[in-house]
Nanobody, 119 residues
């Protein structure tokens, strides 16, 4: 069973940077995609980006493109979300998720970590 645990959230000023991590366990992740999503208070969940575990290929949502970077450390089974040039509208709970490459649905989720950007 896939287990995901986010860490590294916190409070940061606008224009600053923050890195959140997702420790993955329960299986080998070859052939998996690891995604980051976020949900702000009162809003729907938003796709932030994803990384293909095997190839390292990434894709991002339009609202974060050019500011956020996803990477993974296979030896540590950890995925990272590096967030730069943060804006108050980036304030949200950030979730890590996993899906096998044969599926389009993310079916394993972490508990989330709060990121708050002050103006």
């Amino acid at each position: 069973q896939v287990q995901l645990m986010e860490s590294g959230g916190g409070l940061v000023q606008a224009g600053g940077s923050l890195r959140v991590s997702c420790a993955a366990s329960g299986r080998t992740f070859s052939g998996y995609y690891m995604g980051w999503f976020r949900q702000a208070l009162g809003k729907e969940r938003e796709f932030v980006g994803q990384i293909a575990w095997t190839s390292g290929r990434t894709s991002y949502g339009d609202s974060v493109k050019g500011r956020f970077t996803i990477s993974r450390d296979s030896a540590k089974n950890t995925v990272y979300l590096q967030m730069n040039s943060l804006k108050p509208e980036d304030t949200a709970i950030y979730y890590c998720a996993a899906r096998h490459g044969s599926s389009t649905t993310y079916n394993s989720w972490g508990q989330g970590t709060q990121v708050t950007v002050s103006s």
